[in-house]
């Protein structure tokens, strides 16, 4: 009877049942979140951003308005942080003679803050100033080809180290000499991949994922709860593919790889690749072939990737342990008997 007396007031309210009946059919056409992607060039290599739209992809004109932001910021990461621009910011801080204080801004003074750090951490392995070496053996802007002589080398080595630069308030960066040249490029795709995350963060795309030459960061998760799923690159590859020796699992995560068998060059006698020791300016003859870095952000993976291709295994718990608030990873490929081998530290599923 009480059961009865329950159905019949529902069903005198027809105007709830309208109700119930429109929650149930506007919940069942609600169009699911989809990921929604867009790319485009920078910093002379490519980049991609793929973004979960919770609205299943329905306004387009909301993308096409983040790939215009995303582009014109990456503009404005080039103009601080390019070499190969001559009126980029570094570039007008490598003209500027020694002894003044030159102005940068705040982003610019971060994120060299950041590589001194490294620099110091690395006991002068990796080092900013390393731009003359770099130039003079072919991996910058206006390259002389092969080092002339012996004299030019260690000419070029005097202007390097970080006791050559002061950074002061202001901000601005006091170099020792005229001749003392900056080169962020071993950290500043990965700053650029942070601007970007912050912009789509800023634009309503909380969950994303960005790509600028291979260096990643992924904030939230895809569609259904799972995280970002990054490859991780095996090195050798002759340019028929790019084979992946592991993938790596991503949430609210940065990932940087630097790697010694793409970018070198034939000097005659030897093969020199880009990433140099520059206490010596030379390649570490460590038998890393290339590092793959976890942190927080994509910056500091990218330095200490390149940092750590430097130093080697032997050496990665010493500069791991200089960042003690960050929960690092660290992948190691080293060239073994035609192949590579591991070495790992802190790396998930290692």
């Given at each position: 009877m009480e059961a009865h007396r329950k159905m019949s007031a529902l069903c005198g309210a027809p105007g709830l049942l309208r109700a119930l009946f429109s929650c149930v059919l506007l919940t069942a056409c609600a169009p699911a979140p989809a990921v929604l992607s867009f790319a485009g060039e920078t910093m002379g290599t490519t980049y991609s951003v793929q973004v979960v739209d919770e609205h299943g992809g329905a306004d387009r004109q909301r993308l096409a308005d983040a790939k215009a932001a995303v582009d014109a910021l990456l503009v404005d990461v080039n103009a601080r942080f390019s070499t190969y621009q001559s009126d980029s910011l570094i570039s007008r801080l490598n003209q500027a003679p020694g002894g003044e204080a030159f102005p940068v801004d705040e982003r610019f003074a971060e994120v060299l803050s950041l590589s001194l750090r490294i620099a110091e951490a690395?006991?002068?392995?990796?080092?900013?100033?390393?731009?003359?070496?770099?130039?003079?053996?072919?991996?910058?802007?206006?390259?002389?080809?092969?080092?002339?002589?012996?004299?030019?080398?260690?000419?070029?080595?005097?202007?390097?180290?970080?006791?050559?630069?002061?950074?002061?308030?202001?901000?601005?960066?006091?170099?020792?000499?005229?001749?003392?040249?900056?080169?962020?490029?071993?950290?500043?795709?990965?700053?650029?991949?942070?601007?970007?995350?912050?912009?789509?963060?800023?634009?309503?795309?909380?969950?994303?994922?960005?790509?600028?030459?291979?260096?990643?960061?992924?904030?939230?998760?895809?569609?259904?709860?799972?995280?970002?799923?990054?490859?991780?690159?095996?090195?050798?590859?002759?340019?028929?593919?790019?084979?992946?020796?592991?993938?790596?699992?991503?949430?609210?995560?940065?990932?940087?790889?630097?790697?010694?068998?793409?970018?070198?060059?034939?000097?005659?006698?030897?093969?020199?690749?880009?990433?140099?020791d520059a206490r010596t300016g030379r390649n570490a003859p460590n038998g890393v072939v290339s590092v793959s870095v976890l942190a927080s952000s994509c910056a500091l993976a990218d330095g200490l990737a390149t940092a750590l291709m430097v130093v080697g295994p032997d050496e990665a718990e010493r500069l791991i342990a200089a960042f003690p608030e960050e929960e690092l990873g660290v992948l190691f490929l080293m060239s073994a008997d035609g192949g590579v081998v591991e070495r790992s530290f802190g790396w998930p599923g290692r």
């Open positions: 690395s006991s002068g392995a990796y080092d900013p100033t390393v731009e003359p070496l770099v130039r003079l053996l072919g991996f910058g802007p206006e390259s002389g080809g092969d080092p002339l002589s012996e004299g030019d080398f260690e000419a070029a080595r005097a202007l390097v180290g970080i006791d050559k630069i002061e950074l002061v308030a202001g901000p601005a960066i006091r170099k020792a000499a005229a001749g003392v040249e900056v080169d962020l490029s071993s950290i500043a795709k990965g700053a650029g991949v942070d601007a970007v995350s912050g912009l789509l963060v800023g634009l309503g795309f909380a969950s994303h994922m960005v790509e600028i030459g291979g260096e990643v960061v992924c904030r939230g998760l895809k569609p259904g709860g799972q995280p970002w799923r990054i490859g991780i690159e095996r090195p050798g590859s002759d340019g028929g593919g790019r084979p992946i020796q592991q993938a790596v699992e991503l949430r609210d995560r940065a990932v940087a790889t630097s790697g010694s068998y793409r970018n070198f060059r034939d000097l005659g006698s030897v093969l020199v690749h880009h990433v140099l």
